[in-house]
Structures are given as structure tokens and as C-alpha cells.
């Protein structure tokens, strides 16, 4: 093995660590080795990496450019139709606004990927031009692409696992956007084996996505242990993704109703597009409807509402004026909501529409109310997000509390308890506030504390020493995914919110077996 590659076997494994900066590093050196050794198509390889890292991990895109300016000097006398010539198209693309410009880059890599035979170059170009289809309101197209894309890394053409992180972190990215959770699990149980035994690294970038999906489908625990893994990667570094993962954060809490903490993330970060929806929800909470709407309407004017994120805009929107008793401007969004979701086979689209007209229609008064809301609740179901069919459960026995009280009653029930499951505070608060009523006990006694298994207490007792995930997995020769699963179940158990408190419970224990009190 030469030094060039040696080097560049090292760096790799350092980036699977995710100690990127020390990858970085190891990844010049390769670059060098390369260079001295007169391997030009490797050493335009490697500085197209660092140009990739760089403006991915660290949003450094004058630096990024430096490197696949370095990458494309170095490729000028090895004529124009290389492997590596694709590649550095795909790099520049992502360094272009989504566009034109940026589309015809990843054009070109796919016809190179193509003529010359690179299925990895192909599929990864393929994928990225799904992203652009997506990101024009063509979501159908760009799903497709991207399921055909990660079918060839499932089937094992695709074998780089930088490649292969970055497509299937592309696949969470789009799929937080459309909130096409069903999608994101289907991937995910197919791609458990990559994880699993090709040692594919998730990015922190990836997790951040990833955890938006989770907090999407009412996962909660599992979307902090994402979200904290996420920050405690970019911890010191760059404020782009880390102001990425706040956002989701903020997302996480305003949905929980822990709104003190949600302001205090999203400060400094108004003028990010992805926090346009938990700051006007943060905003419509504490009763500011003015500011809410405002957000609202400046994003969707300067997006589109034929945009593939405009849908849960339009929905908030709704309930926006709702708040300000302005049914007509409702109607107004309602219905927005509806074309959009004519345009698109979404069923969270489809929930989210026939949600907002059975709100509109409750309060004009109107008798569809009931079946909209049924509609919704059907839709939710399939789309696979637990806490918004609780809200049309709740929504529905309003709808039917004077005609048929008893299906209010359990309607508002079977709500709260999804809410009280998952520790969404004020909404829980709402629904038991209309099961008193409904001449219904608002909650239930506490249910006794669920004891831990065997495989639980010896996870807490391993979160008491300060143990990651994966960390616990190598310990107990489990996988990563069934590690997070069984923290998840002991906050949930326990009644604990986070991994510090488990800790902290756990060293409380620790005169006994964890979690037996």
C-alpha cells in the first residue's frame, strides 16, 4: 500500500470516528503523498473530499472552494471526460443555490456516471437531482429517484460509505421536508444492515434530519438522544449545523409545551427558513398571532405556497387566524392548503388539509366538520404521525360533543393519553380540560412505574458512567438501534426527560441495582 493510501485509509477511518477535524488533516497528507508520488487522479480525488467536508460539516465555502478549485486544476490534463470530473461537478453543484445552475452541474456528473460506467458517481448525481426535483415542488419525481438511488446501495453497488452517507442523509433531508415519516422508516429498517455491518457512519448533519423524522412521527426519546448526539458533534463548530440541530431542538420542545426552552434555542436564529415554523408556533402559543402571521406570510411569499415545505406553513396558518377569529383568512389558507395537497400524493398533506377545513368548518358552524375530521384521522394514521391524529381525535370530539357525548368522551380520551404518552404538557392540558367538559375525570391516576428488565437495569447502570450509544452497544454486543430503543424505554419508564437525568437516577441507584427502587 502506498503512503498516499495509507493515509487516506487512516483518514477515513478517523471521519467514521467522527473526529472530522483530525480526518481533515490526515486527508492533506494523503493529498500530498498523492501528489509526490504522481497519482493526479487520486489527488484531485482527495481535494475534492476536503472541498465536500468542508462545506458540509463546516459550511466553509470559501475554503470548499479553494479545495475543488485545487481538485479541478489538478484534473485539467486528464482530459475532460473522467470519473473525477463528474465527482467535481456534483461538489460545485452543492455549492450552488438550488436552480438551474445547480441542476445542469448534476446533469453533466449523471451523464458522465452513466457513459462511463460508475454506477457510484451515477446513483450519487442521481439522488442529488431527486433533491432538486423535490426542492421545485415535484416531490412524486424526486422520491422516486431517490428510492431507486438507495435500492442500488441496499443491493451493494453503491459501496463508498462517504457516498453512501451522504445519499441516504439526502433521503432524511427530503423526507423532514415533505414529512414522509413512512418513507424515512421503510429506508431505515432496509438500510439497518449497512449500519450494522459496513460500520456506516451517521453524520451529525444526517442525525439532525434524522431527528426532525422522529419528532415528525411522535418519537421524542429517540429524537433528543439524535439531536443531543447531533450537537455534541458540532459542539465548538460551525454555526450553521448547529444552528440546525437548535432548530429541531426548539421544534422538539415547542411540541412538548416547554416553550421558556424553546425560545431560549431559537434565539439569534429568526432569520434560518427552517425555524420559520417552531417560532410562529412559539409565537401563536404565548398568543402573539400578529407576529405569528407575519413570519408565516413572509416565508410563504418569498418560498412559494406551491413550495414542497409550504404545507405545514399553511396549516399553522390557519390556525393562526383561527386564533384571531378571522374564519374568512382561514378559509383562505384552508383552502391554499387543499391545492397543494391536489398537486401532491401525500397523505400527510391530504391529514393536514382535511384537518385545517374540519377547523374552519367548526367554527363557521358548518356540518362537514365531522367528516373532515375523520378524514384526517385516517390520514395521520397512514402517514404514520401519532401526536398530530391525537389533535383530530381531539378536534373530532369537539366536532360531536353535544350529538354523540359518549364518542367525545373517548375520542378525547384515547387523545389525552397519546399526549400524556409522549409528554406533550399542553396539549394533554386541552384535552383534559374538555373531558371535565364532557362531565368526564380530565386524567387517570398515575400508573404504577413499569419495572425495568434485566437488559434495561444493565443499560442505566452503563448511562451512570457516562456511556454513548454505540459505546453501550460495544459493551452489551448489541446493535446502536437497539441500544437507543432501550433508553427510550427507560425515560419513558422512569418518567425521566433526558439522558443526564437517567444518569443522574442511576447514580442515585447506584447502592442497589439500577432502576429496582
Not at 427552517?274 to 401563536?284: E, F, I, K, V
Request: hydrophobic share 45%; charged share 30%.
Amino acid at each position: 500500500m502506498t503512503a498516499g493510501a495509507e493515509e487516506e485509509k487512516l483518514a477515513r477511518a478517523l471521519y467514521t470516528e467522527a473526529d472530522y477535524a483530525g480526518s481533515m488533516k490526515t486527508y492533506e497528507r494523503a493529498l500530498a503523498a498523492y501528489r509526490e508520488a504522481g497519482d493526479v487522479l487520486d489527488a484531485a480525488r482527495i481535494a475534492r473530499i476536503l472541498a465536500w467536508m468542508h462545506v458540509n460539516l463546516y459550511g466553509d465555502w470559501a475554503l470548499a472552494g479553494g479545495w475543488l478549485g485545487r481538485a479541478e486544476r489538478l484534473l485539467e490534463g486528464a482530459g475532460e471526460d473522467t470519473v473525477e470530473h463528474g465527482w467535481a461537478e456534483v461538489v460545485r453543484a452543492i455549492m450552488e443555490p438550488h436552480g438551474e445552475r445547480r441542476n445542469r452541474r448534476l446533469r453533466i456528473a449523471l451523464d458522465l456516471g452513466r457513459r462511463l460506467g460508475d454506477v457510484e458517481l451515477e446513483f450519487a448525481a442521481l439522488s442529488r437531482v431527486g433533491e432538486e426535483l423535490i426542492a421545485a415542488g415535484r416531490v412524486e419525481e424526486g422520491m422516486a429517484l431517490f428510492d431507486e438511488s438507495l435500492t442500488a446501495v441496499c443491493a451493494g453497488e453503491v459501496e463508498d460509505l462517504e457516498v453512501v452517507e451522504s445519499m441516504f442523509c439526502g433521503m432524511f433531508e427530503a423526507c423532514e421536508r415533505v414529512q414522509d415519516v413512512a418513507r424515512a422508516e421503510q429506508w431505515l429498517r432496509a438500510a439497518d444492515e449497512l449500519v450494522q455491518h459496513r460500520k456506516l457512519a451517521i453524520g451529525a448533519a444526517c442525525r439532525a434530519h434524522y431527528g426532525g423524522i422522529l419528532t415528525a412521527a411522535g418519537r421524542w426519546q429517540e429524537a433528543e438522544a439524535e439531536l443531543g448526539e447531533a450537537a455534541q458533534a458540532f459542539e465548538g463548530g460551525y454555526e450553521g449545523s448547529r444552528g440546525m440541530i437548535l432548530v429541531r431542538l426548539a421544534d422538539l420542545r415547542v411540541r412538548q409545551g416547554r416553550f421558556e426552552e424553546a425560545a431560549v434555542l431559537l434565539e439569534g436564529l429568526d432569520q434560518r427558513s427552517d425555524a420559520t415554523r417552531p417560532l410562529a408556533a412559539l409565537y401563536l402559543a404565548r398568543g402573539e398571532t400578529v407576529l405569528a402571521r407575519d413570519l408565516i406570510e413572509r416565508a410563504l411569499a418569498e418560498s412559494g405556497v406551491e413550495a414542497s415545505g409550504a404545507g405545514p406553513l399553511l396549516a399553522l396558518l390557519v390556525d393562526v387566524r383561527l386564533a384571531e377569529r378571522n374564519v374568512v383568512g382561514a378559509t383562505e389558507a384552508a383552502e391554499l392548503l387543499a391545492k397543494l395537497t391536489g398537486d401532491h400524493d401525500s397523505p400527510y398533506l391530504e391529514a393536514c388539509a382535511a384537518l385545517a377545513k374540519g377547523k374552519v368548518c367548526l367554527a363557521s358552524g358548518s356540518d362537514d366538520a365531522q367528516a373532515c375530521l375523520r378524514e384526517a384521522l385516517s390520514a395521520f394514521a397512514r402517514a404514520q404521525m401519532p401526536i398530530e391524529m391525537a389533535r383530530a381525535r381531539l378536534e373530532l370530539a369537539r366536532a360531536v360533543a353535544q350529538d354523540q357525548p359518549e364518542v367525545a368522551v373517548a375520542e378525547a380520551r384515547a387523545a389525552l393519553e397519546a399526549f400524556d404518552r409522549r409528554r406533550a404538557s399542553r396539549d394533554a392540558d386541552a384535552a383534559a380540560a374538555l373531558l371535565r367538559t364532557l362531565g368526564a375525570p380530565g386524567r387517570r391516576a398515575p400508573k404504577r412505574r413499569e419495572p425495568l428488565t434485566k437488559r434495561e437495569s444493565e443499560v442505566l447502570e452503563l448511562l451512570g458512567h457516562g456511556l454513548s450509544n454505540p459505546e453501550i452497544a460495544e459493551r452489551l454486543v448489541i446493535s446502536t438501534k437497539t441500544a437507543e430503543h432501550h433508553v427510550g424505554h427507560i425515560l419513558s419508564k422512569l418518567d425521566l426527560r433526558n439522558r443526564a437525568e437517567a444518569a443522574a437516577y442511576a447514580t442515585r441507584a447506584s447502592g442497589g441495582r439500577p432502576g429496582t427502587e
